[in-house]
């Protein structure tokens, strides 16, 4: 049978029909893959229902501001109306440039498949650049549906940013650097955000109550907190519906009483809407500056806009953002202006006396609410952050709940849930004021900032080929607004701007320190794995006797055979009769769909019984959904050999494997189990052929090539190599786990030595066994263990 000749571009996501027309792609199978993950088309009345249900997802941490920004612009109190004005006219334009032009119509476009965050960036730019530290990627997993990228053309702007990202290891190191202080700024935002939402929702009690302790609000803001953190492992699957009503009304409660307050006490604030109260402003001096930290407070919640993105399209979260969230912001804050320059002593709690007194107490509650929404929001987009972070390789490895059937965003991390609890109640408890943690608080959100407009800069250049005069323009007004506010906060690094800066060198420190063992632990894999020829020479039996069984051989490497292997075989005498060298990796996507997850191969002639099976992830996805993960690898290993030997005969490819005098050619299948936990080939490439157990493209002729066989090679049919499979399946599986000890050289710098053979051998202590992980019964498991000297 012959074999047509498919372009390579066409070629991408088919299937294999194994029939009279193998060699067919299916490009309406492909085309459908394809559209899955595509950007969908809502009808209107959708969108304003996911508009609607974005409110309490999205927009609660940036709601509840209006609680706390001019009791931290004005501490002492506001004694010239002038000075109000100006505030408020700062606070409007802020709320302009930065949530709604920088984030709702430029940032959010940004999202990775929905995705959004710091590391959905970054995710971004490394299928754009290579510029992933880890380099276990390979050409193969570019074909996926969801590896979006794009290619340039040689002179190109584009493509010359792209070659200066990737020439040099410390642009690579330096980015990355700049990623996770983001990431650790945004963990710090998780840990501020309950403490000031809740704690200024809860002061309103002494509004009523004047004589009452501030002693006693601390105790109610630590007891909202504590129940917050501690419902944090039922998730929101169940309580998430009332989020955005909750929200919806609070907007309209905000909005309504600052529309009153504008007509009840001075209408002349109206005037700040003129930007030329800015300026008058500023002419105060230093003291106008070092307010712009309390004005900074106005915008907060704008990252976590970003990062709380979800599954929403960006059309809905804009319709909602300017519909809604936008106008009742500027009421409010142009109502408690209005109040404020008729009550210049109330500053400090001027939302809760500015509110009627026949709504107080409803509106009391509803603040407290809102706050715990939107300290619910951070919270969860910290969950997020920090598995995105785990999954490239920037985290320890900890343990990952999924609270919800339907929904697979919904996460939990118990442990990290204990920390910010800690944390949170140590920073409310600790400095009892709205003040210093508003200082902390905008501290972290400005640098969040600040690395999302750095960060933006090659996404336009290389994502979305902008003109470089837009991105000047871009980058020029995100930083007329954002280095301002961070100088002001740098003023207060005594007043609690310190503590974000602590958390985050902390979070920093150790996140690096993991990615480097990780590195070094995975360049160690890459140079000490063994050749082919190696394995070839010792013959069929691998130099030692092969007992029934199935080996399951855990590997960071993609291709090669691990030095861990060979450590075993020199040191037991017996290895089982099918060995199969499992590698999960995480790429930089958001999702891996299920019918492209498995990629199956096999690694020397058959009856060495040898394959090679690569589990591939995306950040959000969770291996809680592979409940019997050796299930799958058997599986597909069967259907392997099934396919493998249907294709006999055919083949498209002029390349083999050339191992010694022995030539052989190697195939390569992608498997998936469906809905019936069947497991089936969702795609057979043929663009791709294996040379040293290597993938690399291959040309496909017009014609059909017999099939070289190894001089070696058994004439072993299907049906005998399936059932030797089952019999070796039935005799018994041992998961095989390489336990890697890195550790410094004697002569390596203190500082090394303190950040490998200290803090990085107390996160592997503490962190998650990978045997955890996949659920391996502790019967079937076997840790091999050897050290590295870095």
Not at 52 to 59: D, E, H, I, K, R
Not at 433 to 458: C, D, E, H, R, W
Not at 751 to 778: G, M, T, W
Request: hydrophobic share 45%; aromatic share 12%; net charge neutral.
């Amino acid at each position: 049978m012959a074999s047509e000749m498919v372009n390579e571009e066409t070629n991408k996501g088919s299937m294999w029909v194994l029939d009279q027309n193998l060699d067919q792609p299916m490009e309406e199978e492909a085309g459908r893959l394809k559209n899955m993950y595509r950007e969908k088309k809502f009808s209107l009345i959708l969108i304003l229902r996911l508009a609607f249900q974005s409110l309490g997802v999205v927009f609660g941490d940036l709601g509840t501001s209006p609680l706390y920004v001019f009791c931290n612009t004005f501490p002492n109190g506001a004694k010239d109306p002038e000075d109000v004005i100006g505030a408020l006219s700062l606070i409007i334009y802020s709320l302009t440039l930065i949530p709604l032009l920088k984030y709702v119509f430029v940032v959010l476009r940004a999202n990775d498949n929905g995705q959004g965050g710091t590391f959905a960036l970054y995710s971004l730019l490394c299928r754009h650049a290579k510029i992933i530290t880890i380099p276990n990627q390979h050409r193969t997993d570019e074909e996926l549906t969801t590896y979006s990228h794009q290619t340039y053309d040689e002179n190109s702007l584009a493509a010359k940013i792209k070659r200066w990202l990737e020439e040099h290891s410390y642009k690579k190191n330096a980015l990355l650097i700049l990623v996770l202080v983001g990431t650790c700024m945004a963990i710090g935002d998780g840990i501020l955000t309950p403490a000031i939402s809740v704690l200024s929702a809860s002061g309103g009690i002494k509004i009523d109550h004047p004589k009452m302790s501030n002693d006693v609000v601390i105790l109610v803001a630590v007891v909202i907190l504590v129940g917050l953190f501690s419902m944090q492992h039922y998730g929101t699957d169940k309580v998430g519906w009332l989020f955005a009503p909750i929200v919806l009304i609070w907007f309209i409660l905000i909005g309504a009483i600052g529309a009153l307050n504008i007509w009840k006490y001075d209408s002349s604030v109206l005037r700040a809407y003129n930007p030329v109260y800015i300026y008058r402003y500023f002419r105060r001096g230093k003291v106008s500056w070092t307010s712009l930290g309390g004005i900074l407070l106005s915008i907060t919640g704008t990252e976590a806009l970003f990062a709380d993105l979800c599954h929403f399209p960006v059309l809905a979260v804009q319709i909602a953002f300017t519909l809604i969230v936008f106008p009742c912001l500027l009421l409010a804050y142009t109502g408690q202006a209005a109040y404020i320059v008729s009550n210049g002593g109330h500053v400090l709690d001027a939302f809760y006396r500015s509110i009627p007194g026949i709504i107080y107490w409803p509106t009391f509650v509803i603040a407290t609410a809102a706050a715990v929404v939107a300290s619910q929001a951070t919270i969860s987009a910290t969950f997020s952050i920090i598995k995105q972070a785990l999954a490239l390789g920037c985290f320890p490895r900890v343990k990952v709940v999924h609270t919800s059937k339907k929904f697979l965003g919904q996460i939990y991390i118990p442990d990290i849930n204990w920390i910010l609890m800690v944390l949170c109640i140590a920073v409310t408890a600790g400095f009892k004021n709205k003040s210093q943690i508003g200082n902390a608080y905008g501290t972290a959100v400005v640098i969040v900032m600040l690395v999302t407009t750095f960060l933006m800069v090659p996404i336009m250049l290389l994502v979305w080929r902008s003109h470089w005069i837009l991105v000047a323009i871009f980058t020029g007004l995100s930083l007329l607004v954002e280095l301002p506010y961070l100088s002001a906060v740098l003023f207060k690094i005594d007043q609690g701007g310190w503590v974000p800066l602590a958390i985050a060198a902390a979070f920093l420190l150790l996140m690096y320190v993991w990615h480097y063992g990780t590195l070094k632990r995975y360049e160690f894999e890459m140079h000490s794995r063994v050749s082919m020829a190696w394995i070839l020479g010792l013959g069929p039996s691998l130099g030692l006797v092969r007992v029934p069984g199935i080996g399951f051989v855990y590997t960071e490497l993609a291709n090669g055979v691990p030095h861990i292997f060979s450590h075993f075989i020199t040191n037991l005498p017996a290895i089982h009769s099918v060995v199969v060298f499992v590698c999960v990796k995480y790429l930089p996507v958001y999702t891996v769909p299920i019918e492209e997850r498995f990629l199956v191969k096999r690694i020397g002639p058959k009856n060495f019984h040898m394959f090679r099976c690569v589990a591939r992830y995306g950040y959000k996805d969770l291996h809680k959904k592979d409940d019997d993960f050796e299930k799958m690898l058997f599986d597909s290993i069967s259907l392997f050999v099934r396919l493998e030997s249907m294709m006999e005969g055919y083949s498209d490819s002029d390349e083999y494997s050339l191992c010694g005098q022995q030539t052989e050619k190697s195939s390569n299948f992608l498997f998936t189990e469906n809905d019936n936990g069947n497991t089936v080939s969702s795609n057979i490439d043929p663009s791709y052929s294996s040379y040293h157990d290597s993938i690399i493209p291959a040309q496909s002729p017009v014609g059909g090539n017999s099939l070289v066989r190894s001089s070696g090679q058994t004439s072993q049919t299907m049906g005998e190599e399936l059932d030797f499979l089952n019999r070796c399946k039935d005799a018994g599986v041992v998961h095989i786990f390489g336990n890697t000890i890195v550790t410094a050289r004697r002569d390596s710098g203190i500082i090394k030595k303190i950040a490998v053979d200290y803090i990085y051998a107390f996160l592997q202590r503490i962190c998650r066994e990978n045997s955890v992980i996949f659920n391996v019964p502790h019967e079937s498991l076997l840790n091999v263990g050897q050290i590295f000297y870095v």
